[in-house]
Nanobody, 125 residues
Framework: QLQASGGGLVQPGGSLRLSCEASGLRLDNYGIGWFRQAPGKEREGVSCISSGGGTTYYRESVKGRFTISRDNAEKTVYLQMNSLKPEDTAVYYC????????????????????WGRGTLVTVSS
């Protein structure tokens, strides 16, 4: 019901835009989170956005470089990633949490209701 795409190989300093497309669920009833997992590391939250798009959060290491947005009419959430660094290399996942309206945080991964397959982002020269 969620499908992440847009990953690939990019040089340090480059940009990628990830997309998370939803099917079979009403996206405007859900907050969306982006998570990532690098080889040998635990999954970590990257960013999240409320159902209407009015509230966003970012982990400290991506603030000012990543931007999350959503188009509920298109049932898609985006993660624009600029100034990419090698440490951003990971498989990126999107997930949906059934909360309509304001979100107070990105919440723990275990609280999300739906997960999409990941998309690999590799930042390397």
């Amino acid at each position: 019901q969620l499908q992440a795409s847009g990953g690939g190989l990019v040089q340090p300093g480059g940009s990628l835009r990830l997309s998370c497309e939803a099917s079979g669920l009403r996206l405007d009833n859900y907050g969306i989170g982006w998570f990532r997992q690098a080889p040998g590391k635990e999954r970590e939250g990257v960013s999240c956005i409320s159902s209407g798009g009015g509230t966003t959060y970012y982990r400290e290491s991506v603030k000012g470089r990543f931007t999350i947005s959503r188009d509920n009419a298109e049932k898609t959430v985006y993660l624009q990633m600029n100034s990419l660094k090698p440490e951003d290399t990971a498989v990126y996942y999107c997930a949906a949490i059934q909360i309509r309206g304001y979100i107070s945080s990105c919440y723990e991964a275990s609280e999300y209701d739906y997960w999409g397959r990941g998309t690999l982002v590799t930042v390397s020269s």
